[in-house]
């Protein structure tokens, strides 16, 4: 229901009051109207309920700054399901508009809700696959402190626009019709400001600097969107706050590839090593372990460390590491080397390079 009462007065305090002010005065009136001081007293109690309906509203300052503007708020954004929409009839929905400055839909553009903002976080690898506290600083419209988002100058207030009546939108004459429109001179606010504060040049809105803590959790990939609700723009006229969206960019990381969960690691190995098989230290995204490369190992083997990989988004598993050895063959080998690698080959049978014999034995076949 419309306040009878002004909200200010009754909390005692003065329209310019400023929120540390408006506390006090509410903290000094719920102690004095407390039960536990009237003793249950009826007229008390509904005091108490007043003054609490009163903080509750000037206490947030987008609801403070509607009701400086509008007289009162519903303390809801646009979304809200409705309201008083509908079901009345123009004069009594007008009526109501007076009061709540929205939700009948017919001056829709006093409650706008703010807009969305998105921010492109670069993080690093490790960061993804563990999950990472991130400060970032952005840009976003707040509601005018000056004002409280009235536009009009402290100690002015917005006047009724003189060409709507404070309906926000005109009939035209249209033939034989006449047509509503949304009001020129008020641009369907229904308010106008002849005093512009100086702060936000009448926007009722300015330009401020946020920093944020962001959470980004353990998982995310290029393209993953973390949605921080409430944390875009401010909304005018009471409506609600846009959303924030941090874009998520992982850079490319100097030793691991990454497919989903899985990450891949190629990791050079030497001839010998690949013959004979080797216990070798391969890099993990936190440090590094030990790995068995098994005798006879090839170019292109794959042998898989179980939950070194990323980790699932939802946490339902964590990927493997893959690492692929490649064989590296010798190449600038003194005399002596080749020598000894002639010996070696002198040494060999078919058991050692059995794919060499397979594919001699096919092109033999071939030409019969
Ligand atoms: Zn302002
Ligand atoms: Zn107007």
Sequence with gaps: MPQSRDLYEILGVPRNASQEDLRKAYLKLAHKYHPDKTGGDKAAEDKLKEVNAAYDVLKNPD?????????????????????????????????????FGQGGGRRRSAARPGSDLEF?????????????????????????????????????????CSQCQGTGQVRVAHGFFSVTRTCPQCRGAGRMVSKPCRNCSGAGQVKTLRELLVDVPAGVDTGSRVRYAGEGEAGSGGGPRGDLYILIEVAPHELFARDSTTLLCEVPISFLQAAVGDTIKVPTLDGEEELRIPPGAQTGTELRLRGRGMPDLRGYRQGDL???????????????????????????????????????????????
Excluded at 67 to 90: C, E, I, L, R, V
Excluded at 128 to 138: L, M, Q, S, Y
């Design 63 to 99: 609801k403070r700054a509607q009701y400086d503007q509008f007289g009162s708020t519903d303390g809801q954004g646009p979304f809200s399901g409705g309201g008083f929409g509908g079901g009345f009839d123009a004069p009594f929905e007008d009526f109501f508009d007076m009061f």
């Design 322 to 368: 893959v690492i692929r050895l490649r064989v590296e063959t010798p190449a600038r080998l003194s005399r002596r080397q080749r020598d000894l690698l002639k010996e070696f080959e002198d040494q060999g049978d078919a058991k050692c390079n059995p794919l060499k014999q397979e594919f001699q034995e096919r092109v033999r076949r071939s030409r019969d």
């Design 120 to 160: 492109r976080l670069g993080i690093n690898l490790k960061e993804a696959a563990f999950g990472a506290k991130k400060r970032i600083r952005f840009n976003r419209m707040e509601t005018c402190g000056d004002c409280r988002g009235s536009g009009a100058a402290p100690g002015s207030q917005p006047e009724t």
